[in-house]
């Protein structure tokens, strides 16, 4: 393996910073877990993972921007394709920690919770982890289109919740116009 790529690597959990970061993503994603499982009576694998693991991935493009702020302190140009590398492993260890979470969170719930708990389990699982990559992903490009840090931290905060809430009203007012009832 390259040494810029061990490097990236390195520094991807390398700060007690990071680490805590880390560790605060998957308590999260616990406690969440033990909330819905807790909650409610119909419980299926997908509905608590998808939860769970949006929840989770509101931490993941941290990593990316973080280590991306690495690049533009480095003394030397570093190559950016190792550190887009490196991205990926946080998000892995979330997305598949956030698996095994639910996955042991729907065990342990009494056998009734629903009529097919594990239904679509193995595509739910794979697309946990791809979520959690492409939220990392997203961090590091914003940490690359912007300078700052503290932007890059809100934008990856307000630009999914203004846009969830434009394509809502979009779709309502499209529902509105056809005549249909909006649901107020």
């Not at 934008?155 to 005549?179: E, M």
Request: glycine share 10%; net charge positive.
């Amino acid at each position: 393996m390259d040494e810029t790529i061990r490097d990236a690597l390195r520094r991807s959990l390398g700060t007690p910073a990071r680490r805590w970061l880390l560790v605060g993503t998957l308590v999260t994603g616990l406690l969440v877990a033990v909330a819905l499982v807790a909650d409610a009576a119909d419980r299926t694998f997908a509905e608590l993972s998808g939860t769970a693991q949006s929840l989770m991935s509101a931490a993941t493009p941290l990593f990316g921007i973080l280590l991306v702020r690495d690049l533009r302190r480095a003394p030397v140009r570093l190559p950016v394709l190792p550190t887009v590398l490196a991205v990926v492993l946080p998000a892995v260890v979330v997305g598949v920690v956030g698996v095994l979470i639910c996955v042991a969170m729907l065990a342990l719930t009494p056998a009734d919770v629903a009529d097919a708990p594990w239904r679509f389990a193995g595509t739910v699982a794979v697309g946990s982890v791809l979520v959690q990559i492409v939220a990392g992903l997203v961090g590091t490009g914003l940490g690359l289109l912007l300078r700052s840090v503290v932007l890059a931290f809100l934008a990856v905060i307000i630009l999914p919740l203004g846009l969830f809430a434009l394509l809502g009203a979009v779709d309502a007012a499209l529902l509105n116009r056809r005549g249909r009832p909006t649901g107020r």
